[in-house]
């Protein structure tokens, strides 16, 4: 998963019309969406296997990182675990890759005119170059939001930007960019390099792509613990001079054909329409991935386990995905929309819910759909009325670096579950850290819970009220959402002005 979202990821708001009126409305019989609820409550709080499989995938395949042997294994385990809850449409779907890997990389740092060089501990992130060795003169950017690049403007060509990954001191209203947004702007100003600093204590370094496009960039970017960025901006205060950092590295890129594992239940009554719900199987490889995405993958597989056990056949068809790629520039998602799209197909999903690193929901994302906020907002109150422990605080708000972002910059809706994670487990994002203790088995059950039943929602109604937009209305959305400045950072913008 890729953090520094623009909202906190999958939240959602609701409305609120009456629950019997609009059951009744949608629905023949008032209480069936209760009913199917309720029953799927007590299946998922006697049977679910979430957990059990989880820590099963963690010991049998270990991290899960696209392109290599594991991710191979991750993408059979997957498959094998789905066919045997009893799905007879099991497939993987190819797609080729360029699969990025590390090897070595050093950095050492050391004032102008002098031979103090001190070397820091460091780790490539990803897309980086396969062989870069750089010299340049340290440029501090602070948080490397838009306003400060453009502060150096004049000053960053030909040296290496020093860069917090989040921001030190959060400005009122400022939003955070993403690490591979913050290379790009280094890279747009003439930057030979950049240094990320993590803001976790405790000497943990972080992984993940500074590529906006899954695809490899020009300068070595890497990263650097918060202890050892603050060594490094007091020493720099103390020789009140120039620094001098030298990045060398060696990584390895190659075409791979990776493949996303879907599994199909067909839909009893508007079989071409389709709900698809995805997570990201894939993960980084300092660590087992187990809440980056182990939580969110095989949540998916555990809904998918749920529907079969209770026999569920929703009016729509529903999809379960585990993509990959995801770590690497959303590169499963990417390929299953383009090919939707080239088949003609993209018209028929109805909904996109995506779980990445999804934990404990309270409440559910309508993702900026007004349209959406009273069907959802009686959902999350039948939802509550089944399990009264679930808050049903409901937001309404669009983010982007997960799988759904592909789907709904074609205008597809998007909804999602609005989970939290401690201080704690979030510090382990990216890193060495990401391993089955951090992982809580009853709030991964609440994630199968909620997720079920919204899915189940979605997946039987009716009538849902949204479409998929058309490509203005996409763009006028977005720009509401507050994303259009992301999106241009990232060479994602494709309208003009």
């Known amino acids: 998963m890729h953090r520094t979202f623009y909202v906190p990821r999958f939240r959602l708001v609701l409305f609120s019309i009456g629950t019997a009126g609009f059951l009744a409305a949608s629905n023949p019989d008032a209480l069936s969406l209760e009913k199917a609820f309720s029953r799927i409550n ?3 709080n006697q ?32 498959h094998n675990l789905l066919a045997s809850y009893g799905f007879r449409e099991v497939r993987y779907e190819p797609f080729e890759v360029e699969a990025w890997m590390r090897d070595t990389v050093t950095l050492s740092v050391v004032p102008d005119r002098s031979d103090n060089f001190r070397d820091v501990p460091v780790v490539a992130l990803a897309h980086s170059p396969i062989e870069a060795h750089v010299k340049g003169e340290i440029i501090d950017v602070g948080n490397g939001l838009e306003g400060d690049f453009a502060a150096f403007k004049d000053k960053l060509k030909g040296k290496v930007a020093l860069v917090n990954i989040g921001l030190a001191a959060p400005t009122k209203g400022a939003r955070n960019l993403h690490r591979s947004e913050k290379t790009a702007l280094a890279i747009q100003y003439g930057a030979v390099g950049v240094i990320m600093v993590n803001l976790v204590p405790g000497n943990v370094l972080l992984t993940g792509t500074a590529s906006v496009t899954g695809k490899l960039i020009p300068i070595p970017s890497v990263c650097i613990s918060l202890e050892s960025g603050e060594a490094l901006r007091a020493w720099m205060q103390e020789e009140h001079g120039r620094f001098q950092a030298m990045i060398d590295m060696t990584n390895m890129s190659r075409k791979i054909r990776a493949r996303n594992v879907v599994a199909t239940l067909p839909g009893s009554k508007y079989p071409n329409e389709k709900i698809i719900v995805g997570g990201h199987l894939d993960s980084w490889d300092l660590a087992t991935g187990a809440i980056d995405n182990g939580i969110g993958s095989f949540a998916v597989m555990d809904i998918a386990r749920t529907f079969k056990a209770l026999k569920l056949k929703p009016k729509r068809t529903v999809e379960f995905v585990l993509f990959m790629g995801e770590e690497q520039g959303l590169l499963g998602s990417r390929a299953m ?44 109150e039948t939802m509550k009325r089944v399990e009264p422990a679930f808050p049903n605080q409901m937001q309404n708000q669009a983010g982007l670096h997960s799988d759904h972002q592909p789907f709904m910059l074609e205008g597809v809706p998007v909804v999602g579950m609005n989970g939290h994670l401690s201080r704690e487990v979030l510090d382990c994002y990216h890193a060495n850290c990401d391993r089955m203790n951090l992982v809580n088995a009853d709030q991964l059950k609440n994630t199968v819970r909620y997720s079920t039943m919204l899915l189940y929602a979605l997946a039987d109604a009716d009538d849902i009220p949204t479409r998929r937009q058309t490509d203005t209305q996409t763009r006028d959305y977005l720009v509401t959402q507050g994303l259009r400045t992301p999106l241009q950072i990232a060479n994602e913008w494709r309208w003009k002005e």
């Open 42 to 44: 007590n299946e998922v």
């Open 337 to 380: 929309v383009e090919s939707l799209k080239t088949s003609g197909e993209l018209d028929k999903v109805r909904y996109m819910m995506n779980l990445d690193m999804t934990n404990d929901p309270t409440g559910l994302n309508a993702f900026g759909r007004s349209d959406m906020v009273s069907f959802l907002n009686t959902v999350g």
């Open 47 to 78: 049977h679910s296997r979430v957990y059990e499989t989880l820590a099963d995938a963690s010991k049998q395949v270990g991290h899960r990182l696209t392109g290599s042997p594991n991710g191979t294994r991750a993408e059979a385990y997957a």
